[in-house]
């Protein structure tokens, strides 16, 4: 062999082991995790970054753990609690509690079809809106009927909507839930995203924020509305539920990284295969997605979450997620999803 290519070849193996990092799993702490972004991060393409979370997302200890993911693969998993109470917003609120209210006053509604505030005239409208005269969730002095007490939201917000809060706005509160705490929920995402051989949806959660709340599978809009009600979500996307608390169903652009060096719009969550979630694209049509929503930048793939309206943060996953994930020994899920 020639000097000149020898040469090269020891430049090649020096390129290849000087190139990758070597920084995950280093840290399993999530307590003293400042949230800075040193400038050198490269995001998208190392997996997860438990470093990205904010301060007080996750609680307790986040450790490493073997794991079977969905397609078989073992793999090795972050198993970590995100609180359920976002540390980057106040919660709510959700239903006006007049006819005259401003959109300040409410949070949204989206269907599927469409993302409205919930203001005082969107509660005189439902029954346009959705073409069916039952519809009157305010009284003749123009009140609002919304849940008042822990026992109405919890015969609300479940599977057979009770007659007693037909025509509500429904909205939880903090102090509602089980010792009025936030409900934490842990999960197993794998520390490097395996891909499936085909995408696929998950039926538990789809991801978590960056400020530590789940992202919930679509609201089931047919059920909620069939019973005359609004499960009133804030204008972050979220809302309550007595056996999950606080949890996303549209991505609004709350909880984001102001950095926005490896994608189009700033991130904000992790799928629960443990690729990353941005925003929505502002123009959908600048960039080539797949089926899922995702793209590889060439700097690690990403998914942009849909916007709100279609009431599904994430379309599907391209990576395999951890069988067992999804049940925490909770009970089947209420109404709300
Ligand atoms: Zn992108
Ligand atoms: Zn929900």
Known sequence: MSQFPRLLLALLVLLLT?????????????????????DDHDHSSDGVDIDLFFDGAIVGEVTTEPCTLSGGAEAECYAFTVSGDPVTYETGPFCPTSIDASADDGGIWFDG????????EFITRLAELYDDDNWQM?????????????????LAARPDVDPSVQNHCVEGRLEWLPDGEPIS????????????????????????????????????VDAILGAYTIAAFDDCGGHYNPVDGYHLHGATGCSELDDVATGETPMFAYAMDGFPVHSPLD??????????GGHDTGNGYHYHANTAEQNLVITCLIGQTVATADDNGRPPRPADG
């Open 18 to 38: 000087t190139g990758c990092g070597a920084d995950d799993a280093a840290e399993a702490d999530a307590d003293d995790h400042e949230h800075d972004d040193d």
């Open 113 to 120: 079809d469409g993302v409205y505030d919930i203001d005082g």
């Open 138 to 154: 305010y009284d003749a002095d123009g009140n609002v009927f919304v849940t008042e007490t822990a026992e109405e939201f919890d």
């Open 185 to 220: 929920t842990t999960v197993l995402i794998p520390v490097e995203p395996v891909l499936a051989t085909a995408p696929a949806t998950t039926s538990g959660n789809l991801g978590v924020t960056l400020d530590g709340i789940v992202i919930a599978q679509s609201a089931p």
């Open 283 to 292: 123009d959908p049509a600048s960039v080539e997605l797949d089926e899922c």
